[in-house]
């Protein structure tokens, strides 16, 4: 099993190296667009602001590399924080002249501030969570039962445009989605690399999962 993490300038890379490990786990360290295709399937870690890393994945030729192995040859995709808002049409983070920055368009729906949501909590939201599952077909969260905590940093949240699309939210004063997929694409606006045990079990899932 061969896990490709996608180095493209920005992410919490070590932590997710030491996570595989502990799973024993050999992961690549893709840091070249081209090379994902050794890969049997992908994680895409992501910190910061969306244009920045929306940016450096265009810069890098990453964008169009990633739309081929995901939805051409089908590479299983996991985002994580960032990466998973990466998935989406678009994100008001950066917006200029009333356009948002683009992402990927994996998965449809917007990326936007969690005020607009109406949350009056302290942003960014930095902490542990627990998650409510709203869809219990998927083997991603499997062994996790309504309110497993992990660990979440950000200030922006995605509102897929397909609630099937959800796979679990977690409550900071309003519904946030905590976990999506779409097809052979997942995402998790938390990190699991940074959320203990299960997220141990999570990054387990992912991997062993049918589709990887």
Known sequence: MKVGVIDYGVGNLGSVLRALEELRVAPVLVNRAADMHATDCLILPGVGNFADCARL?????????LRDEVLGYKRPLLGVCVGMQLLADSSTEGATE??????????????????????????????WNGITRTRSDDHLLAGMPDGTDFYFVHSYAFMPQDPSDVLATTDYGVPVTAAVRRGHVWGT?????????AGFRLLKNFIEGPAC
């Not at 994945?57 to 590399?65: C, H």
């Not at 356009?99 to 005020?115: A, C, E, K, M, S």
């Open 98 to 127: 009333g356009q948002d920055t683009p992402g990927l368009g994996f998965i449809p729906g917007q990326v936007r501030h969690l005020r607009s949501f109406g949350c009056t909590l302290r942003v960014p939201h930095v902490g």
């Open 189 to 197: 606006q938390f990190h699991p690399e940074k959320s203990s045990r």
């Open 57 to 65: 994945l265009d810069e890098g030729g990453w964008t169009t590399a």
